[in-house]
């Protein structure tokens, strides 16, 4: 099992709805990383989050340490939304800067 | 402030050649990390500096080195290359304790 599943793999959605993308992770962390990847391999650092609430923008990212779980909401969803989003955990021990990422969910935003 | 800046962008090598690629981090940012971006594994961390100290290292075979100068800029090394090495390889640069800032990547295939 990997330590970071994310869902949906895909996503496809009309402009203007809200969407959701979920993470899960099996080990304590000490941060929950959300990423934003265009074609042509771009990254771009989203939020960083440690408990509760970011938001930026039309973007809005939660954490539930307890359960073990993130999610990344869009709110008003844009064509230019489209892109690759991942989920990358920092772990509490061992090798504690190392990140660990989610195999992405790649978006699709239609006008 | 320039961002991270990662030469050179593309890259074609044969196998059993070797590459250096280069990553100069955002000024004043002390560490500096390398991810592989391949289609089949993902996102994988290679190796963290700080203050030119190697402080994390992923599972990664010793062809893959690395090494950071006493200005911050980073290089890492991939020798005897296999038609395995074909990524995207991303540096990253970060404050102490903060989000990351991601170079544009090199692409390396290997023929």
């Known amino acids: 099992k990997n330590e970071v599943e994310q869902s949906p793999q895909n996503l496809t959605a009309q402009e203007g709805e809200f969407i959701t993308i979920n993470c899960s992770y099996s080990?304590?962390?000490?941060?929950l990383h959300w990423l934003q990847q265009h074609p042509g391999g771009g990254i771009v650092s989203l939020f960083m989050?440690?408990?509760g609430k970011k938001k930026h923008g039309r973007l809005i990212a939660t954490i539930n340490i307890q359960e073990k779980h993130s999610s990344l909401h869009i709110t008003a969803s844009h064509p230019r939304d489209s892109a690759v989003y991942i989920c990358?955990?920092?772990?509490?021990?061992?090798?504690?800067?190392?990140?660990?990422f989610g195999s992405g969910t790649q978006l699709t935003v239609l006008p | 402030k320039a961002g991270v800046t990662q030469t050179p962008r593309y890259l074609i090598k044969t196998r059993g050649q070797q590459v250096t690629l280069s990553c100069s981090p955002i000024?004043?940012?002390?560490?500096v990390s390398w991810y592989q971006q391949t289609p089949g594994q993902g996102l994988q961390f290679l190796f963290e500096?700080?203050?030119?100290?190697?402080?994390n290292k992923g599972n990664f075979p010793g062809r893959f080195s690395g090494r950071q100068f006493s200005n911050s800029r980073s290089e890492m090394n991939v020798s005897t290359l296999e038609l395995g090495d074909s990524a995207l390889y991303l540096c990253?640069?970060?404050?102490?304790?903060?989000?990351?800032?991601f170079g544009p990547g090199t692409r390396l295939t290997v023929l």
């Open positions: 990253a640069s970060s404050p102490p304790g903060s989000e990351q800032f």
């Open positions: 080990v304590g962390i000490s941060a």
């Open positions: 989050l440690s408990s």
């Open positions: 990358a955990v920092r772990s509490r021990s061992g090798s504690a800067r190392q990140l660990t």
């Open positions: 000024s004043g940012h002390r560490s």
């Open positions: 500096y700080f203050s030119e100290t190697q402080r």
